[in-house]
């Protein structure tokens, strides 16, 4: 680990040298490279510095004591300084463990959360509307802007199906987890008896896709125009501003007729478009490298049901990491976080396991 930490000291130490060099400051997209991976090497060169103090002071210490001639009480304070720099050395070590645990790329982008409703027919697509309600309010309470970007309501308030961007630094880090099947238990509104009903919804969360990231041939893609429609005779009108982009190598269809402007619904197809694209190149590449989707705490699959929504009872279980709260209304109202955060220490420890 030394070894390692003593390069990636070296390459910080070698970006910072460049920055002193004008032909590179003048260059904004090297500048910009260069000042992005000097930010992710940052807290690991600073903790690693910490340690090389913290083992130098424990080194000096000894030293004393092999020298001899301290009267008892130096000796006993010599011999306590060096057990708390030991104690303190292990937990630098333990955070540099965690530091040097290679980094998600996609971890600082923005996201697409686009969720679908499953099994359970109209209370699904009220569910959906739910659970995008839920992460329109957790976005709101990190300060993190959001644009519906895609949407198919329902006459009694769900979504079929509902996509949102939300911007905002670190977004994709903190909802990677969220990908998967939402499963809800609750006494539907449409239901007379008071039976709970069983019903699912489907989270896919993509990190935004740029276009340096993603290229598209326009001759792959088959762009279709139509009139909007929507629930309740919402969003009809009689130009076809709405839009369906296939993209014929993947067989991807994307649609969008929330906005008047045709030109408007084709940038936000084209932001999903781009995103899906990314993430199905992601999977294909995840499923090649064998250990990668073990190392997870989820496999960001659509299929895997990751949680429960338990209205009667008032319980929000995940059932990746068994964890359950009883604590359902704050959760809904967007307060994520001690999921979020018990998903992402809960990812951590197993990829330091798989090390």
Known sequence: MIDKLSEVEKRFEEL????????????????????KEIKVLTPVVEKFREYKLCSDNITENEQLLEEGGLDPEFKSLVDEEIENGRLELKQISDELKILL?????NDDKNVIVEIRSGAGGEEAALFTGVLYRMYCMYAEKKGWKTETLISNPTELGGFNKVSIMIDGAGAYSRLKFESGVHRVQRVPETESQGRIQTSTATVAVLPEAEEVDVEINPADLQIDTFRSSGAGGQHINKTESAIRITHLPTGIVVECQDERSQYKNKDKAMKVL????????????????????????????????IRTYNFPQGRISDHRINLTLYKIDSFINGDLDEVIDALITADTAKKLTNG
């Open 101 to 105: 645990i290679p980094r998600d790329p």
């Open 16 to 35: 910072n040298s460049k920055l002193l060099d004008p032909l590179v400051t003048s260059d904004k997209t090297e500048y910009k490279a260069i000042m």
């Open 274 to 305: 781009r995103s899906r694209i990314l993430e199905e190149e992601r999977a294909r590449q995840q499923k090649e490298i064998s250990g990668e989707r073990k190392s997870q705490v989820g496999t960001g699959d659509r299929s895997e049901r």
